[in-house]
């Protein structure tokens, strides 16, 4: 349904990417109209579009924020999972390579992420939100200013396609536009104070590209082989995401110093200089699709909303809080923050004053989570841009990395890991008495001296038939999987 042109509309969400739709869903429930204001025509199925260069790039849904975009568009990640996408349980599901060592995979599931291309995560997300009664989509169109005055924003001035230019008045404006929001310009130019900003940037480069599985993706797991940012080197790391399709998304990532490139005859010796040639292996028996897509635009960048006392106006996701991608939290944290956003809406008036600042300030939690997180390694990465980590970071960073090595054996130390890092938890449970023990205590087992391979997986490697019958993960605690020398 098109919006009632030149009517007042409650709230205005400016962009329709992922944060824009999940900021609608939000607030649908709480009356009045939610129109969404998207520069691009958005399309009907789950295909590229324009406006989303990241969609050519890994990207996991971690279980914080596929439970958050389930709480708010109840049936979307049953459509997601018919639609072809993968839900893999966390830790046992993924062969990963953390600076501590190999990851052992005969624990239970802690966890789970959603594997899927991000066109078809949009896509759901979309459908979803924009069937809520309530909500429309504005296409075709963007802000150019923003309308009201220092002490309250009450709306937008938009440009059509045709160029005529119309004014959108509303309670309350979310600016969604990710990371190229000019919403600093626009709050300035109503003479608002430059809002404080926060950059550290590891000079991450992402080269990623689609590649035929040679297998059955169904319960095939996510392969990932991290940076160890103690190293005095550029920090290389690499990821295979079985997605929709019978397709593995492929992105690997170098920072400064040691960035992948375009070249597609490179790809695949990238991948086998990093710290485990296991993912060039795999590689090396799968067919690509279509060629080698670059992303450099990755710092991490925090403006932080929270601290201006703004009425009548918030940011949502990449354009309040953009995160390095590695650490695959931007969706998430986004996901919360609109979750927040609607909890807070719940016997709250969006029109009254204080409401905007409260709301920034609960959207803040969950992306300052995942800031610090992503902080935590990319400060200590060499020829790292901004801030430098002082005593406590090194201090928090050491700990982390004994976490991290006692991970590899330790199943209570997995579990606190794992629930950070899916933003199902607070960081606060890093230093509950039984983690903090398990690290003084160290690795119970050696490492492992390469990665625990199913059969099946195995069999790819060596060129073989995969058994026919997926094999079941063996007994806690029992002996791994065939370890593989990688
Ligand atoms: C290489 C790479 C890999 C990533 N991997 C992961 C991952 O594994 N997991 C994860 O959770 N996150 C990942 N991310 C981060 C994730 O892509 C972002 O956090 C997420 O896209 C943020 O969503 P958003 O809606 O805030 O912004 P966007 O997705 O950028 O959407 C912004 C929307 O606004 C529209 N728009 C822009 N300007 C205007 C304007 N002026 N007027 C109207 N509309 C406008 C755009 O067309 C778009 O629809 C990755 C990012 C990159 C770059």
Redesign the pocket.
């Known amino acids: 349904m098109a919006p009632n042109r030149g009517a007042r509309h409650r709230v205005l969400v400016?962009?329709?990417?992922?944060?824009?739709t999940l900021a609608a869903a939000a607030l649908a429930p709480h009356g009045g109209s939610v129109v969404i204001?998207?520069?691009?025509t958005l399309p009907q199925t789950p295909k590229p579009r324009?406006?989303?260069p990241?969609a050519r790039?890994?990207?996991?849904?971690?279980s914080g924020?596929a439970d958050a975009i389930e709480s708010l568009l109840p049936g979307t990640l049953e459509m997601l999972l018919h639609a072809g996408a993968h839900r893999i349980s966390i830790p046992n599901g993924m062969i990963s390579l953390s600076p501590g060592g190999w990851y052992r995979r005969c624990w239970p599931e802690a966890q789970y992420l959603i594997s899927a291309g991000?066109d078809l995560v949009d896509w759901a997300v979309r459908s979803q939100a924009l069937a809520r009664p309530g909500v429309h989509l504005l296409s075709a169109?963007?802000?150019v200013r923003l309308l009201g005055t220092r002490a309250r924003i009450t709306g937008a001035v938009v440009r059509h396609r045709d160029g005529v230019e119309e004014a959108l008045e509303a309670d309350l404006v979310i600016d969604?536009?990710?990371?190229?929001?000019?919403a600093p310009q626009w709050l300035a130019e109503l003479g608002i104070p430059a809002v404080p900003e926060t950059v550290v940037d590891a000079g991450v480069t992402?080269a990623?590209r689609r590649y035929k599985a040679p297998v059955d993706t169904a319960g095939w797991p996510v392969i990932n082989v991290q940076a160890d940012a103690r190293l005095p080197m550029a920090g290389t790391a690499g990821t295979i995401l079985p997605i929709e399709g019978g397709e593995w998304m492929v992105?690997l990532s170098g920072t400064r110093g040691g960035e992948p490139t375009s070249d597609e005859t490179q790809f695949a010796a990238f991948a086998r200089r990093l710290r485990s040639p296991l993912i060039a292996e795999y590689l090396a028996r799968a067919e690509p699709r279509g060629p080698v897509t670059i992303?450099r635009?990755?710092a991490n960048r925090r403006r932080h909303y929270e601290k201006a006392r703004l009425n009548g106006f918030i940011a949502?996701?990449?354009?309040s809080t953009?995160?390095n991608?590695l650490y695959?939290?931007?969706?998430?944290?986004?996901a919360q923050g609109a979750l927040a956003l609607r909890d807070l809406c719940t016997g709250g008036n969006i029109a009254a004053k204080g409401f905007a600042r409260r709301a920034q300030h609960a959207i803040a939690r969950p992306a300052a989570a995942a800031w610090l997180l992503a902080l935590g390694q990319d400060a200590a990465f060499p020829h790292a841009v901004g801030k430098k980590p002082g005593f406590a970071d090194r201090l928090a960073a050491g700990y982390i990395n004994r976490l991290i090595t006692t991970a590899c054996s330790d199943f209570t130390v997995v579990e606190a890991l794992t629930d950070v890092m899916t933003l199902q938890a607070r960081a606060t449970v890093l230093a509950h008495p039984q983690v903090l023990l398990a690290a003084i205590r160290g690795p119970r087992l050696p490492p492992l001296g390469g990665p625990a391979l199913t059969p099946a997986e195995e069999a790819v490697l060596l060129g073989r038939p995969a058994p026919t019958r997926p094999a079941t993960a063996p007994p806690l605690g029992g002996p791994e999987w065939g370890e593989v020398s990688r």
């Open positions: 400016l962009g329709g990417g992922l944060s824009g204001v998207e520069r691009h324009r406006g989303l990241q790039h890994a990207h996991m849904l971690w924020g991000r169109a963007e802000p969604a536009t990710g990371r190229s929001s000019r992402y990623s992105s992303a635009n990755t949502l996701g990449d354009s953009a995160l991608p695959g939290h931007g969706m998430s944290a986004a």
